[in-house]
């Protein structure tokens, strides 16, 4: 359950037939979710592991159905993410592995757009990563990440 901040930017392009919508989305999340487990010893001795998601991008197909300013819509795509694994024992750092991993996309939303081509919208996606696996003289684990983001999304439409 990592949490915190996803802010980013997105790019795209679509295309309207009638009341139905497609498209393809680029996106970049700059944001750190993370979580931190702590394993109390006594108390000289504590370890922590901490798991952090930061620097994604990926690309997704969105479809919707259009209903005077709305968009109501889900996607589906590829996200690529940088997970970082941190060991400490006392408050200090003995360990940190980064590994790079794809998962697979899905999510809903619903946008709005305003006479100036102002979007203003929200927006759920999960993602399912592939295994990681940290391998170090302190880290052995392998981990499995699922996500959920909620997301407020500002654009602009040309």
């Known amino acids: 359950k990592l949490s915190g901040p996803v802010f980013g930017f997105h790019t795209g392009y679509q295309?309207?037939?009638?009341?139905?919508l497609m498209g393809i989305e680029g996106a970049i999340n700059l944001g750190n979710t993370k979580e931190s487990k702590k394993y109390p010893g006594n108390l000289a001795n504590t370890e922590e592991l901490t798991?952090?998601?930061?620097?994604?991008?990926?690309?997704?197909?969105?479809?919707?159905?259009?209903?005077?300013?709305?968009?109501?819509?889900?996607?589906?795509?590829?996200?690529?993410?940088?997970?970082?694994?941190?060991?400490?024992?006392?408050?200090?750092?003995?360990d940190s592995r980064n590994k790079r991993?794809?998962?697979?996309?899905?999510?809903?939303?619903?946008?709005?757009?305003?006479?100036?081509?102002?979007?203003?919208?929200?927006?759920?996606?999960?993602t399912k990563y592939k295994k990681m696996t940290f391998t170090a003289e302190q880290l052995d684990d392998s981990i499995r990440a699922h996500m959920h983001d909620f997301k407020i999304r500002l654009g602009y439409k040309f």
């Open 51 to 94: 798991l952090k998601r930061d620097r994604a991008f990926g690309l997704a197909a969105r479809l919707g159905l259009v209903a005077n300013n709305w968009l109501f819509y889900t996607k589906l795509g590829w996200e690529n993410a940088n997970f970082n694994l941190n060991y400490k024992k006392n408050n200090v750092v003995e």
């Open 15 to 20: 295309h309207q037939i009638d009341m139905f």
């Open 101 to 126: 991993t794809n998962g697979f996309v899905a999510g809903l939303g619903v946008e709005t757009v305003f006479n100036n081509g102002i979007m203003l919208g929200g927006e759920w996606t999960y």
